[in-house]
């Protein structure tokens, strides 16, 4: 199979033998869309110092890679997922820990196993350990002249070269390739279904058997109200920077809510792809999930509308992969791509997320309307809340509404809401507090603002739901309490 890449030299057709190369080219097109093709690099740099980045820049243009460390403060898999393709040399550093770097080295190299490290740090005494305990192969003065540091880099790059770690061409600038029909044909397979494109393509792809005939899809049992054109969709995503802050608790109550103004307009999305629980919270059996929301048959709108879960209460769900594998294989491009259609067909679209801000949810975060930051009172998640903030603002991601939500509150907790506003560097939204009343619904499969509508907690998620919904004044009749299974019918 002929490549013929247009490199800085002008034109080379080479009959691709390496098998890694070959692997390597294909991902950096099925890393991209068509029109915008993503380069990977070979040198990838994980630092918290904005001069560094520049100066390292400066060197090596787009071969370097940039991450900044800043999204170390959700692990190390963090900065990992956003690593595209597979960089050859990794610098760590300036102004990064032992801890950081180590948890960095040992998320890299596990995905990377050739990948040549180094360390960017001054000389201290205690630089031998760090060698000696992180296999490095390699450390730099980030005072280093440009000069030490292409020298220090292509000695590395040689000897990853003599240990066939690397091949020569993959320090190379990354340039647009051009790839033939032969190609071209196993890789529309990826890019179409919305299964991520950075999944490992293989060497010798078999022919694709014809997919049998796509069964008619069955009609909905539920009607889906028609959206006038002109009237404003929402999109809200539920997201917080540690696990168990309570997203879920309050997606679910959100569409609950939403769901009593605008009846089956309201479609909830469990983009937590790995281990998404909202079905098993609110006693569904979904048929289809999240994986045939995205596939290519569902392009159709009444094919889409089949994988959705309707619920009782007047919303729909999409539900999370069965496994998390199946979960790995929706892109973070398909979700958006999703997430957008869904808003063309729906009043209100709520997305409850994975914590962290990996990949999907930040291109969630760039399609909504709305962003529902939720925390528990204890000083980790308040601080790595206020680190999220600081960063989706200088990625210039933040939502344009921003709704502060601070769960589980408790007047033991030592804290005050002050205390709480100084660390967050923000103000507070809304307090639910912490309810046996939470646990007792999500065991009942039954949202907590139907299941028990004066407790406290259910009464402050309510309020959220006002402020989204203006309209949504609690009426008796809208709220639907579900009996209880001791009270009489
Ligand atoms: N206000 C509350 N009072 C008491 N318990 C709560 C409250 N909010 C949430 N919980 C409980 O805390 C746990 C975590 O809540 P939830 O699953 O909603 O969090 P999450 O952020 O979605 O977690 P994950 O990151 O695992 O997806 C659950 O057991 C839930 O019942
Ligand atoms: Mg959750």
Redesign the pocket.
Known sequence: MGVVHRGRGGELRADVAHPRERQDRQYRYRAGDREQRVLVSAYLLVSRSAEYETRLQSLLGERLAVIPGEFLTFGPDSVVSRVAGSPRIALLGPVLNYEETRGLVEALTAKHPDLGLIVVREQRSDLEDWVDELALHAVLSPDAGDDTTIRLLDRLAEWLVENGRAIASDFDAPAALEIDEEILGVLDVGLESGVDSSAPVPEEPEPEPRPEPEPEPEAPAWEFPPLDAGTPTEAIAVV?P???????????NLATGLAEVAPNSVVLVDA?LQ???ITA?LALSPARTIVDAVADAAADELVLKTTLTHHEDGFFVVASAPSPELGDQVSPRALAQLIDRLRSAFRYVII?T??GLGEHTLITLEHVTDAVF?TVMGVPSLRAMRTEFELLTRLALMPGNRHIVV???DKNSGLTTKDVESILGAPVDFE????????LA?NRGVPLIHDDVRDP?AKAIRSIVLRIAPEAFPKRSRIQRRRRSNEPE
Request: glycine share 12%; net charge neutral; charged share 20%.
């Open positions: 917080a540690k696990g168990g802050q309570g997203k879920t608790t309050i997606a679910i937590d281990f998404g629980d919270a409850d994975t914590p939720v769960n589980q509150t639910v507090p912490k309810s046996s009343a939470v646990l999500s907690a």
